[in-house]
């Protein structure tokens, strides 16, 4: 078949610069009840990937701590490594909203200090909005932010950098006051101005909960299937980790048995010197 010509507005998409996802667009998305996909991600490798993907919110999550760094906590994540990976990160976007996760200690001390922080993560890596966790204890921060214009999102439920205060991952908001607190902070972030809500590690019941009575999206991981978007680690949920294996998290692929697997072939053919071959030679 004879390929026809483009036509003005088909060249006018093709060269059009593609717009980044907004805040006010993952708002509409939750009236509209179209859900919301987001991923982690650390470099911008991984990023472009997802990003061509299609994945709407890309989190740059202090769970780089555990996946890059190799800690078994979130704590030791400084505010200059989240800087340097969201940059990475922002390199390999063109679409997706980038948002920063806010370290341990980087929004506790004031909301003079968090606004501080998450200017610099605006300003010096590029992110499109910061995260923090916590409800009531964080709401002057999260109110000092928005009006100066620095989209945020909240964070309930399971949250990592309390993992001493708590000392298990455990479900969270089983307990008739836990589950009334965790209402009780969604609306408060809501009323501080957060565009939207990660709901972690909470009955499903009680997210569908938090989900209808706020009108921003709530974005579940191990939260059921009634919130307004769903987040996983990306190295979890395409099987590169394998001490990690809570029931939250569907394999989308077993990376990890596929990644020994080329790289023992390679070795053996270097140690056989069946690599390089002529034709990979100059
Ligand atoms: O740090 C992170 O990756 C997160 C997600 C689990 C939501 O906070």
Redesign the pocket.
Known sequence: MEEQPLSDSEIHAHSAPIRRVTTNQLGKMKRKGQPIAAL?AYDALIARIFDDAGIDVI?V????GNVVQGHET?IPVTLDDIIYHTRAVNRGVRRALVVA?MPFMSYQVSPEEAFRNAGRLMKEAGAGAV?I?GGKRVADAVGRMTEAGIPVMG?LGLT?QSIYQFGTYRVRGKETNEAENILADAKLLEEAGAFAI?L?KIPAELAARVTASVEIPT?G?GAGARCDGQ???YADMLGLSVDFRPRFVRLYDSLYGRVTDAAKRYADDVRLRNFPNDDESY
């Open positions: 982690t989190l999550g202090d769970s780089l979130t996760d995260k966790e964070h990592p990660v972690e974005i991981i987040i996983l680690v």
